[in-house]
């Protein structure tokens, strides 16, 4: 239903007097100021919004599968503290930017159905195993690590409710990333086995972790409109390159090797260069054929279906409440 309006919106874009709203709202986003939801928006800047944060969201509740699945595993009760606080941010990450969404008049139901029906993106490293609690570490050092270098800029999106909610999940994300880390550290410089395992995680990681940053800046499809509304402010392979540079150290200071024969230091830029994605494998996953989408899918709609007696139940109570303030406003 909201398609349709959307649509109608992008019509009314081209009668003149929009012709100069849209001027004052590119001279707004030029200025830094942030765009609020009842601010007039293009149509297109909407739903470039709708689309990029609700992904977002279904990222974050996606996400909390892969590492849920070794809370009743980890190995010592402070490790399980910290991965539960951790899966427990992300689903707080996710209600964030579902309210976020919703400013701009979507509702989260609408969302939500888009996602278990399929029809919905969500980022495609949630489609790779937890195979070892070393993967614990390796998402937390990686994955929050690629996902901080993404969301950092997002804290100066021009869209204020995305903004903002961007600064508190980014200081969440940073936990994340160090409690990650520990874990490489800790399992790095302990036994043989344990070093094993946290080089298996990296070598199974490192690849699906570069593809997160999203397709070449050649073949990004929404990058520059996205760019001049201010909504990304660096590009997917300036991105990709500020999280090699930044990670290829640690990874050093772990003693662990990356899995990239071609890596090596560019004296003369001051970058490390690496070798060629295997973009087949990341459009493979986005097709849905990665190798955990169906489990991943399957759990969405088995907890959304077993959630229902609990919406059914405050909507039965938000009807009491209402019925009640009602009768007193009747009486009084
Ligand atoms: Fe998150
Ligand atoms: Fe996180």
Request: glycine share 6%; with cysteine.
């Amino acid at each position: 239903m909201y398609a349709q309006s959307l649509n109608q919106q992008v019509e009314g874009t081209t009668a003149p007097e929009d012709a100069e709203a849209a001027a004052r709202f590119q001279a707004r986003v030029d200025a830094e100021e942030r765009i609020e939801p009842n601010d007039w928006m293009p149509a297109a800047y909407r739903r470039t919004l709708v689309r990029q944060i609700s992904q977002h969201a279904h990222s974050e509740i996606v996400g909390m599968l892969p590492e849920g699945n070794w809370i009743t595993r980890a190995p010592s009760l402070r490790r399980k503290a910290a991965l539960i606080a951790k899966v427990q941010d992300e689903c707080g990450h996710g209600m964030y930017l579902y309210a976020a969404a919703e400013t701009l008049g979507v509702t989260r139901e609408q969302l939500v159905d888009e996602l278990l029906a399929g029809k919905a993106k969500y980022s495609s490293i949630f489609n790779y195993p937890t195979l070892t609690w070393a993967d614990i570490g390796a998402i937390g050092w990686l994955v929050d690590g690629a996902a901080i270098m993404n969301q950092i800029p997002l804290c100066r999106c021009s869209f204020g409710p995305y903004s903002r909610a961007m600064i508190r999940v980014c200081k969440e994300e940073s936990f994340h990333q160090r409690q990650g880390y520990e874990i490489m550290l800790t399992l790095a410089r302990g036994t043989a086995a344990q070093k094993v395992m946290a080089q298996d995680a990296l070598n199974r990681w490192w690849w699906p972790c570069l593809m997160m940053f999203g397709p070449p800046d050649a073949q990004s499809q929404h990058s520059d409109a996205s760019t001049r509304w201010k909504i990304k402010r660096f590009s997917n392979d300036a991105l990709r390159q500020k999280f090699v540079d930044a990670t290829v150290p640690q990874a050093h200071f772990l003693g662990l090797t990356l899995p990239d024969p071609a890596l090596r230091f560019n004296e003369a830029t001051s970058h490390w260069e690496f070798g060629e994605i295997d973009w087949t494998e990341f459009k493979q996953v986005l097709a849905g054929n990665g190798p955990c989408n169906r489990d991943r899918m399957a759990a969405r709609r088995a907890a959304h279906t077993s959630g229902d007696w609990v919406r059914e139940a405050a909507q039965a109570y938000a009807a009491k409440e209402r019925a009640r303030s009602a009768a007193a406003a009747g009486a009084a």
